[in-house]
């Protein structure tokens, strides 16, 4: 049986035990405001700006979404016990993890799930790295509609604003008018940005730039530096001796750290590869006082223009 084929038995099994934990899906949300459970915080930005005073997020996950151990986090678990909405990227290690942390959940505490409706915000949404397959292609299947940091490209921060009001407003039909003026006016102030980044951006045109997280690939859809993706199996990081040894035949002029990196590879990269250090958070969740989705992008352009201006 080939890998393929094997991990979609796997996920033909995980899937349908997910859609009988989730199904019996309520129409309409109780009085007071929607209870959303977000896999993602800059997401979790998104559905704040669209949903405004009818809902109270919390997040369910920190730090990277690809790492094989990803669990709900602990002070999150009763909150999503009583969840109205979980609104997740699409991603199958985040169902997974979300599974497993309701099963356990109510194995300890007996508490039955509430049945809250299963929000994809990446419906329609623009995708890099999208595998083409035969029918004994080898790849991981969790990795079969693309790069899962899609939101990283500011582009489909409308897209996902519009599905998330399409949503709540199953979950509230008499406040559909306003998520979608919400959301309407998220993707003007949005695209509006997205020309200010661009016109910053012009400056770094020619720039190669190589993150630790590789989901900021997904930012270079916008224009600008390019970046530089690891070459290897997703989920999977390479050894930080093969990532070095891409990283200099490239000719990388700007490394990224994020606060995620293991130091081991921090550590290589700082004593064996000539370019310039900066560390950028992946998230909002780790910039100081950031609220919004946008935050996140100006943030990196900011620290991105600071480090070409002066070079190591």
């Known amino acids: 049986m080939t890998r393929l084929r094997g ?48 809902v109270d997020t919390f997040s369910l996950f920190q730090g990277c979404i690809l790492r094989k151990d990803l669990k709900v986090e602990p002070i999150a678990g009763r909150r999503l016990m009583q969840a109205d909405a979980i609104v997740w990227t699409g991603f199958f290690n985040e169902s997974a993890a979300i599974y497993d942390g309701v099963k356990t959940w109510e194995k300890d505490h007996g508490a039955p799930l509430k049945r809250p409706l299963w929000i994809d915000v990446s419906r329609n949404a623009r995708r890099i790295n999208v595998p083409t ?104 990081l390479l050894s930080p001796e093969a990532l070095v040894d891409q990283v200099n035949r490239t000719k990388v002029q700007i490394v990224i750290i994020d606060p995620h990196t293991p130091r081991e590879y921090e550590r290589a990269f700082r004593e064996k590869v000539k370019a310039r250090f900066i560390e950028v958070p992946s998230s909002i969740e780790l910039i100081p006082a950031a609220r919004t989705y946008t935050a996140l992008f100006d943030n990196l352009i900011k620290a991105l223009l600071e480090a070409s201006k002066n070079p190591s």
Do not use: Y
């Open 7 to 54: 991990s979609k038995l796997i996920l033909a099994a995980l899937t349908t035990s997910a859609f009988l934990l989730f199904s019996n899906l309520p129409l309409v949300a109780a009085p007071g405001k929607i209870q959303v459970a977000v896999t993602e915080a800059d997401i979790e930005a998104i559905v704040k700006a669209v949903g405004g005073e009818e």
């Open 133 to 236: 397959s035969s029918c004994f292609e080898d790849f991981d299947v969790s990795f079969m509609h693309g790069d899962p940091f899609f939101w990283l490209n500011p582009h489909n921060g409308p897209i996902i604003a519009k599905n998330v009001a399409s949503a709540l407003s199953e979950l509230r039909p008499q406040a559909r008018t306003r998520f979608r003026a919400n959301a309407d006016q998220f993707g003007k102030e949005l695209n509006e940005k997205i020309i200010e980044w661009q016109t910053a951006l012009k400056t770094l045109r020619g720039l190669r730039v190589f993150a630790t997280q590789c989901g900021w690939q997904n930012f270079s859809q916008i224009g600008g530096p390019t970046f530089i993706a690891c070459k290897g199996t997703p989920g999977q």
